[in-house]
DNA sequence: CCGTAAACTGAAATCGTTAACAATTCTATT
DNA sequence: AATAGAATTGTTAACGATTTCAGTTTACGG
């Protein structure tokens, strides 16, 4: 392996010099420098990593860190994160990809090892991780849960206002009967999201019936069972928002057991336009939840945490947008 | 932070002696070792990984790489990767993930920065990078994408044998014409697939009608269309095997917009029972490609690698399963 | 032509660990 | 009790980079 003692050899200047000309320092006369850049790139001189963390204590790997990659996180989301982290993250930092619940000592977690953390959570259970993370001073970032804390920077989309556009939207289609299968309970987003149903319907003046709040999950199943209790309503509703596509799916999977029509009986709803939700048949109409986009500025907001450490945290919002497809009907006054 | 040195001068030692102690060294008494234990584990002693990697040439990351992230990589495919390697890998082993597609400079990829390497390859490309990293001497295993080449250690599933399972159980239903959506051209995994289909076909005394061979390229698209045409033509097959679950999805589609009933009038069978097999409507009869278990047994693969370096390459095999869901249909005689 | 400031380069220390070799302490044998 | 040999422990030098501080050029005004 080529050191930069080598190229100095070369060269005939101090492995200084080598170590200056090749990190931009200013101190160095630019024939020197551009001599030493030919010579080692002649060379194949690569940088030992290990050396230069061990004296400038940077580890040069950014953490990437799921609530769970063995459950829960649908795959969809896992991608489009690494996706919109690798856009802006520097070729020459590595990425590490683990699940918050494979973490079984936090002792592994310093500034030593990660020079940022990026957190996608999707559930409180990752405050724990959090707060470590924040402890121990290691730059961070939380991405698409709405955190409480101001001191952390936390980028999100913004469910509430996007389920009610969607809402919205439904309502100008001349729906009147809307119900809601709800996200896990506990979780922010379940109730923003609730939250965003809930304004459009004030705003449009139509009742909220209690019969039409369904319990759900976030998971298939739990969305299929809830659309089945629906169905069974004597007085069902017209439009169904589901707090998230899986749910989407199994409810329309519901309606077809059920004999129901989509969308000419029951016109349907997601939320975060998961890839398979332009496959489903009839295709899903949902709110697209941007997680490349959101992925891409925390990453921006964590290389800036990074060269300005003094950068005050902040809450980001990123809009979602309404995909409309072919699951909403329009409904005759 | 605490360093070994700080450990020995407490513990009234040496700092070689504590390395020695917490690394395990049998040249330790007991006695000592417990006691030094003892102390690190008071004093919160968390070694640092940038100097064991500058003297012992280990970097402790593994990295995990697939063809890309950005485009074809089928999101499931991904998540089950990570998962199979996390369940086998150390945790103080970091995982990193990259698309090959996004390494510009092959000069980053050097033994100094990877103890090992797992490529989840998906096409021929993967080649330059594969050789790349065997002329390294970075310990590699390739996996889901069978290789000529014996002297890289390669784990896949057993397509072949898979498809020829799937394809002998539509024969037992009843089904004597079957045709194909091919996989992109030039993949083994495509040759491989449609071997396993004509195997079964020949075993059954079947005919090979060429008209029943639609070329493909794994897109839900292309599936959509060679499924269109296969419908136009003038003695449809009954049974269509199409050589992954995108393709039959989208083929599935077609039929839905060609009024074609499946499985009625048309039986579907896909390869790779990725997650929304099992919620399309009806639930697709597809092969489960074993990602997961790929994944475990590449990693036990790359460890003994890594301890045993003299470790013969080989290729492996997975056994792939048949899923029986709805869109085989059973004919009359 | 010299002095001095500015521009550049180099020597040596340092980061926290492991490892080769040297030194010390036991243990058991004579 | 002396001593060989084994069992422990310590000294010191790496590993490959950056950084502090000191030393050497260079440029330019007088």
């Known amino acids: 392996m080529i050191t930069i003692k080598d190229i100095a050899r070369v060269a005939g200047v101090s492995h200084t010099t080598v170590s200056r000309a ?57 991608v489009d994160a690494i996706k ?18 494979g973490v079984h000592h936090f002792g592994n977690i310093q500034p030593q090892r990660f020079d940022g953390i ?9 405050n724990a991780f959090i707060y470590h993370v924040k402890k121990m001073g290691i730059p961070l970032v939380v991405l698409n849960r709405q955190l409480e804390d101001p001191g952390i920077m936390n980028v999100v989309a913004n469910d509430r206002e996007g ?22 309970p ?51 509703p017209t439009a169904v928002f589901c707090s998230n596509d899986d749910m989407a799916i199994g409810a329309m999977n519901a309606c077809y057991a ?24 009839p295709a899903l109409t949902t709110v697209r939840k941007p997680i490349t986009e959101i992925s891409e500025l925390g990453t ?8 300005q450490p003094e950068t005050q945290p902040q809450q980001l919002f990123v809009k979602t947008s309404l995909v409309i497809r072919q699951t909403v009907a329009e409904l005759q006054q």
């Not at 921006?300 to 060269?307: A, D």
């Open 22 to 78: 090749l990190n931009g320092s200013p101190l160095i006369k630019k024939v020197t420098r551009d001599k030493i850049e030919k010579i080692a790139a002649e060379m194949n001189y690569i940088p030992n990593y290990s050396a230069k963390s061990l004296v400038t204590r940077r580890s040069f790997t950014i953490g990437l860190f799921f609530s769970s990659i063995e459950q829960g996180t649908s795959a969809s989301f896992l």
């Open 163 to 184: 389920v009610k556009e969607a809402i919205d939207y439904a309502a100008r289609q001349g729906h009147q009967k809307f119900a809601i299968i709800e996200g896990k």
């Open 186 to 236: 506990g979780f922010k987003s379940s109730s923003e999201r609730k939250q965003g149903f809930m304004d459009s319907l004030i705003a449009h003046r139509l009742p909220l019936n209690s019969d039409y709040f369904a319990a759900g999950d976030y998971s298939i199943e739990s969305g299929y069972a809830a659309m089945a209790a629906l169905l069974l309503l004597e007085d069902p």
């Open 300 to 307: 921006k907001m964590l290389v800036q945490l990074l060269q």
């Open 258 to 281: 059920h004999k129901a029509d989509v969308p000419g009986k029951i016109s349907l709803i997601g939320f975060d336009d998961i890839m398979f939700s332009r496959y489903t048949n």
């Open 118 to 126: 990026l957190v996608m959570s999707q559930s409180d259970e990752d």
């Open 84 to 101: 919109g982290i690798s856009h802006i993250l520097d070729e020459n930092f590595n990425l590490t990809v683990n699940g918050i619940d």
